[in-house]
């Protein structure tokens, strides 16, 4: 290929697709690396780029984290002073909360920063892998390696989605990329079914889509550990997750059938225990009159 291939058959446009495709025709033109390799080292060179944010993401998350206590204390007065229609308090407890953000420089808005700047690098990656899949581009049909030498179709064995849910599910196995704060239950539910729900959605995608994904999840898999090392977090001042105490347990509320059989079951029981309260009674009262009639025949 030449610079301008691209351009000519039609794909490089004023866009992020185009912007993105363009840097894809440098990096396999400059490095002459196979196509499948240019995908994954221009998925490497854009993800190490956006590694800088990850950094300060991280730090936002972990500071959030550890102010949760007494965030959740704020929210929860402000919630009541709204209650009771209480602005004085309803405004006191809010600049409390702001006062909270800027003392431990964090705040909750900086975390849609993850999905706000990875969510056009995905798609613009989709897009153009799929576009140039779809032309094709001529050298697709040979870039591949092992048995997906054709880029532009499917993996003819489905190696390659289930090899792609299987990392989502490693990553969010993992935790979260923008510091591994744990997840509630339901939310990894959603999730897995999502991963699992992946391979036939996306069995029929090209195999240069899976490609990137691949290469993808396992830099995020690797990225998350990395800042696990507490040297790591310590180098680039992400401060350690505290260890909050967990919120006691409140028991689960019965349901209808289970308020009904206990209530069933606690009005047998109240019985049996009149019933033989009165047997108790009767067998006193005879009792009293059998010594009665003894002091009468005396």
Avoid at 42 to 48: A, D, E, G, N, S
Avoid at 59 to 87: I, W, Y
Avoid at 164 to 185: D, N, R, T
């Amino acid at each position: 290929m030449q610079y301008g291939d691209l351009k000519a058959m039609g794909l490089v446009h004023f866009t992020p697709v185009g912007g993105l495709e363009t840097i894809l025709e440098a990096v396999h033109i400059s490095t002459g690396l196979p196509w499948w390799a240019t995908i994954a080292a221009t998925t490497v060179m854009i993800r190490t780029a956006l590694v800088p944010f990850i950094v300060k993401l991280q730090g936002n998350t972990a500071r959030l984290h550890n102010v949760k206590p007494q965030l959740d204390r704020l929210t929860e007065n402000m919630k009541l002073a709204k209650e009771s229609n209480d602005s004085a308090a309803l405004a006191r407890f809010s600049a409390e909360t702001q006062e909270l953000f800027a003392k431990n420089d964090c705040n909750p808005l900086k975390s849609l920063m993850l999905p706000l700047m990875q969510a056009p690098v995905m798609i613009s990656f989709y897009l153009a892998l799929r576009d140039m899949a779809h032309l094709p581009v001529p050298q697709f049909k040979e870039g591949g390696i092992a048995w997906f030498t054709d880029l532009t179709v499917a993996d003819p064995i489905y190696v390659l989605p289930v090899a792609s849910s299987l990392g989502f599910l490693a990553i969010m196995e993992l935790g979260s990329e923008a510091g591994g704060v744990s997840q509630p239950k339901g939310v990894k539910n959603i999730m897995r079914f999502m991963a699992v729900a992946m391979v036939p959605l996306t069995m029929h995608f090209p195999s240069a889509i899976f490609v990137y994904w691949l290469t993808s999840n396992v830099f995020t898999a690797g990225q998350i550990m990395f800042f696990r090392v507490p040297a790591v977090r310590r180098f680039f001042n992400i401060p350690q997750l505290i260890s909050h105490p967990k919120p006691k347990a409140v028991g689960k509320q019965p349901g209808f059938m289970e308020s009904f059989r206990a209530s069933y079951e606690g009005g047998i029981a109240a019985k049996e225990k009149e019933i033989a309260l009165a047997k108790e009674r009767e067998s006193k009262l005879a009792a009293q009159k059998l010594r009665r009639q003894n002091r009468k025949r005396i």
